[in-house]
Antibody, heavy 122, light 106 residues
Framework: QVTLRESGPALVKPTQTLTLTCTFSGFSMDTSGMCVSWIRQPPGKALEWLARVDWDDDKYYSTSLKTRLTISKDTSKNQVVLTMTNVDPVDTATYYC??????????????WGQGTLVTVSS | DIQMTQSPSSLSASVGDRVTITCRAS??????LNWYQQKPGKAPKLLIY???TLQSGVPSRFSGSEYGTLFTLTISSLQPEDCATYYC?????????FGQGTKVEI
């Protein structure tokens, strides 16, 4: 059974670096075709895809945020970490991690964590 | 980046109505289009993938279609539990994007 759980600070100050950890079970990032993404959702607003790391360690970032994001995986710990530098109040959102898998039909988010609300405020 | 434009942004319909939501891609995305349902305070749930394939366990009143770069999600007979926000998402390019969402109210 696949589960994902996000963890990290609930409150960060402007200009600080935010570090979020996705701890998962039920699959391995060593499996060909596997990937994990981070997605966020500001209160009352739409979903925004942020970043993805693939099983082969390829990494992809949202164009608008790529200078501030770093995604990494630790296969031995079953974790994917997202760091976001220089946070601003507009980065206040619920942050989700989600598992994806590539096949002939493309890729989709079948499994999601419950999300973690991060507030950026002084 | 590929832009995904959903319409309408919100709609109100009655129980039993047929409801259609559209999602237009800014360029070709083949059939690499997914639909999600999100209820307040919950993570999104996958409904349809590859434009028209129903995810296991999803009621058959949900269906998806593709017309070039225009995609539709149809609920054939709206039920009270279908009150939610619906999002499309493309996985064609290496940088994925979501639509801005459509809120469905009864």
């Amino acid at each position: 059974q696949v589960t994902l759980r996000e963890s990290g600070p609930a409150l960060v100050k402007p200009t600080q670096t935010l570090t979020l950890t996705c701890t998962f079970s039920g699959f391995s990032m060593d499996t060909s075709g596997m990937c994990v993404s981070w997605i966020r959702q500001p209160p009352g607003k739409a979903l925004e895809w942020l970043a993805r790391v693939d099983w082969d360690d390829d990494k992809y970032y949202s164009t608008s945020l790529k200078t501030r994001l770093t995604i990494s995986k630790d296969t031995s710990k079953n974790q994917v970490v997202l760091t976001m530098t220089n946070v601003d109040p507009v980065d206040t959102a619920t942050y989700y991690c989600a598992r994806c898998y590539y096949d002939s039909s493309g890729s989709r988010f079948h499994y999601w964590g419950q999300g973690t609300l991060v507030t950026v405020s002084s | 980046d590929i832009q995904m434009t959903q319409s309408p942004s919100s709609l109100s319909a009655s129980v039993g109505d047929r409801v259609t939501i559209t999602c237009r891609a800014s360029q070709t995305i083949s059939s690499f289009l997914n639909w999600y349902q999100q209820k307040p305070g919950k993570a999104p749930k996958l409904l349809i993938y590859a434009a028209s394939t129903l995810q296991s366990g999803v009621p058959s009143r949900f269906s998806g279609s593709e017309y070039g770069t225009l995609f539709t999600l149809t609920i054939s007979s709206l039920q009270p539990e279908d009150c939610a926000t619906y999002y499309c998402q493309q996985s064609y390019s290496s940088l994925w994007t979501f639509g801005q969402g459509t809120k469905v109210e009864i």
